[in-house]
């Protein structure tokens, strides 16, 4: 039988080993909370670069427990010229940046702070012109991305063997373009092309595709068994790496569907032995081109970690590194990396808040710093409480100075039975923590006060140009039934649309009315690319010959918040009644944008 003494004594060894074995293990290291391991850094940001500036901005990566870097525009093709940014072995092939080399530089930087470097070989960026059955085409640029690869590797790898990591396979594919199972299948040979290549030259390390995902474009379902499909066409070996960009920063995703893409995406992956399966957290805000605040990034990852391996961003460099921008980003995801939280300091409320009537139901909106501005990366503009305006500061490469200002122009878009605004701003912190509201300011607008006489229903009209194919308007019906929209959605068949060009609808009312007023529904969707008009206008004729202009209509402030299919019924409204037979709208379409319709009402 053991005594009191035995049984301390082995105790006391127990806890002595446990702590042992927790302190070297890495069960220590382990985290109960998710935090990014590498980013990928573009190198035209660092074209003037020298090597103190490659180490300090590696340090920060490594201080914030990273391990990989991805490397992207390493070469440049378009058409059939390429550009590299290093001193290549290749007839042909022009040299950019000066004398800088800066795969020397991040591969030389990475090898002495043990960080692990993918490199890209090329991308041409005809790329996203491309019909997605060009495989032709694609097939071309695959010995062009060889022909570099093999010199990179040449180059540098015996050089800097433990940086010198993987490679990055440019070319990012997305379920918009590609969601045929025979797109995948060409995709399949192309990529092998690449595979086989570096597997008969011995050069094959760890390969990172990092594609994209649209949810309006198709399901997760859909995109996993393409996925699947390809996988088992293609020469991955065990540690290549599927890496998807998950898509919130682009707006292509939002937060609740991400853990259900990545879901999906996660079973194609496990038919794949050996391949692991990595998540590219977007750090970056597409409505103002902006860094993500720090508290919806962590809800990314939150999402993304359940379902991967690991997690990379795009890109810590670029919208987080005190190099590039305010330090307040770096610091506060710092403290999150060591402590499992952000900090959540006070911040003082914006004052001086005033608005100023520029023309009839259009403002300028005016606000000064608070007294104590630490903490602060911008300010958030509301009008009766809805988010209209995100003011951010801005980064050194990619941003513009211009932006962050503490005055904003808003032109509302005019309700009926609105006819009051009341307008507050309100500090904004890294972490995504805001203020007290400033000082409100209220302001007089036009309510809408729609005529009750509806003259234009099912009346005839034409079109120039006519609409795109998809999107089209065969019987000329549709923009007079008066069947609107049922969902705010390009998808729609309600709606109409045409892409880049201007657009004339002269609608013919039968004989000469009275008209006053006119309402066009416009569509904005901002992912499949559907905007607002640049301007539009209203122009009036009793012969269908001679037209009248008449006004414009009042193009409104997209508010921030307003992310997904919303609809936008612009009026005009005349101060009195004129007789007309035609009326035409001409709208200007946004450039490389589309415009969708889907009522044009006239009415007195």
Known sequence: MWNKKHISITLIIAIFIFTFIYFNSPLR???NYPIVTGSFIQLDMTQHWDNAHWKKELSYLKDNKMRYIVITNVSQTQGNITETCYKNNIAGYKKIYGNVDPVELCLKNAENLNLKVFIEPNFNSDWWQIPADN??????QMERSNIIADDLYKKYHSKYPDAF???YFPYEIDNARFNKTSEFGNLANAINIHLNYLDSKGEHLPVLLSPFMNSSAGTSKEYSANWQYLFSKTNFKSGDIFCPQDCVGSGRLNLDEVNSWYTSLRKAVDKKPGM??????ESFDYVNNSSALLNRFLKQLTLESPCVDNIICFSYSHYYSPDNIDGGF??????YV???KLPDKKL????DLAVAIIEKNKFKITWSSPKHTDNICGYEIYRDNILISRIMV????????????KTIIDTPLLKQNIKFHTYTVKSLGFSGNVSKPSNSAAVKVDAINKLPHLVSKNCSYSIIPLPDEKYNDISFTKLTDGKYSSVNSVKDKAFVGWYNDPIDIDIDLGKIESVQQFMVSYLRDPIPWAELPERASIAVSKDGINFTPVGLLRIPSVPFSDRHGSKYPIYLTLDKPVNARYVKLTSVTKPNYYTFIDEFEIRN
């Open 276 to 281: 692991l399966f990595w998540a590219n957290a």
């Open 338 to 340: 060591k402590k499992g």
């Open 330 to 335: 770096n610091e506060a995801y710092s403290y």
């Open 135 to 140: 495989y032709l085409w694609l097939n071309s």
């Open 394 to 405: 801005q980064r050194k490469y990619g941003g513009n100075p211009k932006d962050f200002s």
């Open 348 to 351: 003082d409320n914006p004052q």
């Open 29 to 31: 290291s382990s985290k």
């Open 165 to 167: 990591y993987g490679w």
